[in-house]
């Protein structure tokens, strides 16, 4: 089992970065896919990117391809997600989850992170 709390969001202009964080618990965290979701409101909670296990695979939502990046370090049990050229559209919750099979589907993530607040403001 693994725990996750996510750190980093806050408000920022358009076209500003953010880097979230994502800090897992237990000495385990190699063994599972990591992936990152978002939910802005009124709306369903959806897919922005995946990573596997030791990053040889990484997969992204249309609409953040080529602004965000996923990347991990499993020896800090740490996974991240920079994200670039925000807009406002990106506001949303994001959360941090974890998957003992490599995937983008949000029903495949078993563990969970609380979530952090990203604000884009035009």
């Known amino acids: 089992q693994v725990q996750l709390v996510e750190s980093g969001g806050g408000l920022v202009q358009t076209g500003g970065s953010l880097r979230l964080s994502c800090a897992a618990s237990?000495?385990?965290?190699?063994?599972?896919?990591m992936g990152w979701f978002r939910q802005a409101p009124g709306k369903e909670r959806e897919f922005v990117a995946a990573?596997?296990?030791?990053?040889?695979?990484?997969d992204y939502a249309d609409s953040v391809k080529g602004r965000f990046t996923i990347s991990r370090d499993n020896a800090k049990n740490m996974v991240y997600l920079q994200m670039n050229s925000l807009k406002p559209e990106d506001t949303a919750v994001y959360y941090c989850?974890?998957?003992?099979?490599?995937?983008?589907?949000?029903?495949?993530?078993?563990?969970w992170g609380q979530g952090t607040q990203v604000t884009v403001s035009s």
């Open positions: 989850a974890g998957t003992g099979s490599y995937s983008l589907k949000i029903s495949e993530y078993d563990y």
């Open positions: 237990g000495r385990t965290f190699s063994s599972y896919a």
């Open positions: 990573i596997s296990r030791y990053g040889s695979i990484r």
